[in-house]
């Protein structure tokens, strides 16, 4: 069955990065894209951007450009998202999620999630 | 503010219909995906595209959408619907590869 499991908990300080892992299994790997979303507590989701697991292309929300990395490493069916300069506003639930593309008017569909990863930035 | 505007919260009747909906400039172009949380889970998609819904979501979900507004319709509301609601779809900037949330609606089925 289709499984993506995240990294556990982190605890950052202010200015520091982290970088959140995703395995994905029970699927071909390259066939999908893997989407971030984030969640601060007691708001809604935040979509952060998409990486192309077939090409590694990359589509980042302008919100996030220049603080966000993601990667893949297809010899593990491994995504990742790295946030660097960290600040206290950053605190929240992150999840990744398997996008399966449909018609041109429907998009991705985000069909899969992560259990997500707690990242909380204090000082 | 959010591209895509979702009413903060909706009550309903356990048993009625209840309609959610998400208005956006997006979605007179494209399609809204439906998705559904509970306190302390990952997201789940109940609706995509047109009308669609994923193996095991109950058939009293359905989506629509005219105009600037998409919506979704639970007809007969049951206690295990109730959770945060959000839709999904590209942003305003005309760019087909970004996407945005809208802010999210609380279903209470009382």
């Known amino acids: 069955q289709v499984q993506l499991v995240q990294s556990g908990a982190e605890v950052k300080k202010p200015g520091a990065s982290v970088k959140v892992s995703c395995k994905a299994s029970g699927y071909p790997f390259n066939s999908y894209i893997i989407t971030w979303v984030r969640q601060a507590p007691g708001q809604g989701l935040e979509w952060m951007g998409w990486i192309n697991t077939y090409n590694g292309n990359t589509n980042y929300a302008q919100k996030f450009q220049g603080r966000v990395t993601m990667t893949t490493d297809t010899s593990t069916n491994t995504a990742y998202m790295e946030l660097r300069s960290l600040r206290s506003d950053d605190t929240a639930v992150y999840f990744c999620?398997?996008?399966?593309?449909?018609?041109?008017?429907?998009?991705?569909?985000?069909?899969?999630w992560g259990q997500g990863t707690l990242v909380t930035v204090s000082s | 503010s959010s591209d895509l505007s979702q009413d903060p919260a909706v009550s309903v009747a356990l048993g009625q219909t209840v309609r959610i909906t998400c208005q956006g400039d997006?979605?007179?172009?494209?399609?809204a995906n439906w998705y559904q949380q509970k306190p302390e889970q990952a997201p789940v998609v109940v609706i995509y595209g047109k009308n669609n819904r994923p193996s095991g979501i109950p058939d009293r979900f359905s989506g629509s959408r005219s105009g600037n507004t998409a919506s979704l319709t639970i007809t007969g509301a049951q206690a295990e619907d109730e959770g945060d609601y959000y839709c999904?779809?590209?942003?305003?900037?005309?760019?087909?590869?970004?996407?945005?949330f809208g802010g999210g609606t609380k279903l209470t089925v009382l």
């Open positions: 999620a398997r996008g399966t593309n449909h018609d041109i008017l429907t998009g991705y569909v985000f069909d899969y």
């Open positions: 997006s979605l007179r172009s494209f399609y």
């Open positions: 999904h779809s590209r942003d305003s900037s005309g760019n087909h590869l970004n996407w945005v």
